[in-house]
């Protein structure tokens, strides 16, 4: 059972995600709270995953975040908005959210979308992915850090890096590689751990930076 913790100021949207969940087969909402409630919500229940409301009227999404990932063995936390261009999303996602997704998610989408999570894997709204990459495209491209740590990676950690990027869980990517879910395992480790980041998302965002998401350019080998 994947446990859940909705985390939200708005009676309605914890309704909602609550009674969609606990639909769901193998998936759980263990509470549904306002985000002043959230750092006990997580000590006492420990859930796997939250759903964390990014703007909330009595704490900040981002700050509630920060306090999630000092946690000794903090959950994933995908954050939730009703904007499809939110502000934030650069900051939450370099702090540590494993996610973005717009409450008007599809509730059809949804169960896929926690289970994806809770394997490790990386959940953003298309929406939110053209942010990102519009951000990353105002900055210049390449970054040379980014590259440098990007070339210090193997060809086949390469390959885990730009699947971890499409926001592929463990169990996807070795399908796509025709690797044992263990051995994913240990290559997302070894990338983590070389791209000096703490999580996947992170990982994207440096692999981005790097270009090594960027398709080839019109002439360039295939």
């Given at each position: 059972?994947?446990?859940?913790?909705?985390?939200?100021?708005?009676?309605?949207?914890?309704?909602?995600?609550t009674?969609?969940?606990?639909?769901?087969d193998?998936?759980?909402?263990?509470?549904a709270?306002?985000?002043?409630?959230?750092?006990?919500?997580?000590?006492?229940?420990?859930?796997d995953?939250?759903l964390?409301?990014?703007?909330m009227?009595?704490?900040?999404g981002?700050?509630?975040?920060a306090e999630?990932?000092?946690?000794?063995?903090?959950p994933?936390?995908?954050?939730?908005?009703?904007?499809d261009t939110d502000?934030?999303?650069?900051?939450?996602?370099?702090s540590g959210?494993?996610?973005f997704?717009?409450?008007?998610?599809?509730p059809e989408?949804?169960?896929?979308?926690?289970?994806?999570?809770?394997?490790?894997?990386?959940?953003?709204?298309?929406?939110v992915i053209?942010?990102?990459?519009?951000?990353?495209?105002?900055?210049?491209?390449?970054?040379?850090?980014a590259?440098?740590?990007?070339?210090?990676?193997?060809?086949?950690?390469?390959a885990?890096?730009?699947?971890?990027?499409?926001?592929?869980?463990?169990?996807?990517?070795g399908?796509?590689?025709?690797?044992?879910?263990?051995?994913?395992k240990?290559?997302?480790?070894v990338?983590?751990?070389?791209?000096?980041?703490?999580n996947?998302?992170q990982a994207?965002?440096?692999?981005?930076?790097?270009?090594?998401?960027?398709?080839?350019?019109?002439?360039?080998?295939?």
């Amino acid at each position: 059972m994947i446990r859940v913790l909705v985390v939200d100021d708005e009676a309605l949207v914890r309704t909602g995600f609550t009674h969609i969940l606990n639909a769901s087969d193998g998936i759980g909402a263990v509470a549904a709270v306002p985000g002043g409630q959230a750092l006990q919500a997580v000590r006492e229940l420990s859930p796997d995953v939250v759903l964390l409301d990014i703007r909330m009227p009595d704490v900040d999404g981002l700050t509630v975040l920060a306090e999630l990932r000092r946690l000794p063995d903090p959950p994933v936390v995908a954050m939730l908005t009703t904007f499809d261009t939110d502000e934030y999303v650069e900051a939450a996602l370099r702090s540590g959210a494993a996610g973005f997704l717009l409450k008007d998610t599809d509730p059809e989408q949804l169960p896929y979308l926690i289970r994806t999570l809770a394997e490790g894997g990386t959940v953003l709204s298309s929406q939110v992915i053209r942010t990102v990459v519009d951000s990353f495209l105002d900055q210049g491209g390449r970054e040379p850090y980014a590259v440098r740590l990007v070339d210090r990676l193997s060809g086949r950690e390469r390959a885990v890096l730009a699947l971890m990027a499409e926001g592929l869980s463990n169990t996807d990517i070795g399908d796509r590689l025709h690797l044992s879910t263990g051995t994913v395992k240990g290559h997302v480790s070894v990338v983590l751990e070389k791209l000096r980041v703490d999580n996947r998302v992170q990982a994207a965002l440096v692999a981005e930076r790097a270009g090594l998401l960027r398709p080839p350019e019109d002439g360039a080998d295939r």
